[in-house]
């Protein structure tokens, strides 16, 4: 009900999702070893067409009832950070070299 709140939240996602697809490929490319680093870049780009080409159609369940899109793209990123705790590099170790 609040239209000038939800177009600023709108434009920061929008920013963050095309800042996000762009770094990705750097980040993945150091992230991944040199034996399967193609594989995995590769796999980093499918995952973000996919995500683009399912993104409007998760904004179709507004007809629903408005708040499942809503909840759909706040609880994703709150999970996948969740989630990254579960990683041997957070959990009280030291980072690998």
């Known amino acids: ?3 000038v709140a ?4 709108a434009i920061i996602g929008k ?5 996000s697809f762009s770094t ?5 490319a150091e ?15 499918m995952s ?4 683009g080409i399912i993104a409007p159609l998760i904004r179709l ?3 629903y009832h408005q708040a499942i899109p809503m909840a759909i793209f706040g609880s994703a990123p709150v999970v996948g950070g969740l989630l990254c705790v579960l990683l041997p590099e957070t959990r009280g ?3 690998a070299d």
């Open 1 to 3: 009900d609040q239209p």
């Open 6 to 9: 939800t177009t600023v939240l």
């Open 15 to 19: 920013f963050t999702a095309s800042a």
């Open 24 to 28: 990705s490929y750097v980040y993945s």
């Open 31 to 45: 992230l991944f070893p040199t034996v399967v680093r193609q594989t995995g870049v590769g796999l980093c780009s």
């Open 48 to 51: 973000a067409r996919v995500a």
């Open 61 to 63: 369940l507004d007809q």
């Open 93 to 95: 170790t030291d980072l």
